[in-house]
Nanobody, 114 residues
């Protein structure tokens, strides 16, 4: 069992930045592929970014590529998402997930004002 807890969400103006964190319990974090997903108002949950267990393989959703950066620190059981050049359409609840959705965090709200 893995427990995931996100933090770092908040309110920011368009063009600003936010950094999200996700801390995992358990000793198997370093073996998991980890990802960020989001659910924007009135929309389905969607893929944002993914990182392999070693950090050697990374991919992003088309709408965030070039603006967001995913990273991890296995020694700290932590996953990060640096979000730059934020847009109002980035508003939503951001979730971290392990192994493609085997485990989910509770989510953290990101609101970008225009």
């Amino acid at each position: 069992q893995v427990r995931l807890v996100e933090s770092g969400g908040g309110l920011v103006q368009a063009g600003g930045s936010l950094s999200l964190s996700c801390v995992a319990s358990g000793r198997t974090f370093s073996s998991y592929t980890m990802g960020w997903f989001r659910q924007r108002p009135g929309k389905e949950r969607e893929f944002v970014a993914v990182i392999s267990w070693s950090g050697g393989n990374i991919d992003y959703g088309a709408s965030v590529k070039g603006r967001f950066t995913i990273s991890r620190d296995n020694a700290k059981n932590s996953l990060y998402l640096q979000m730059n050049s934020l847009r109002p359409e980035d508003t939503g609840v951001y979730y971290c997930a392990a192994e493609g959705g085997l485990y989910w965090g509770q989510g953290t709200q990101v609101t970008v004002s225009s």
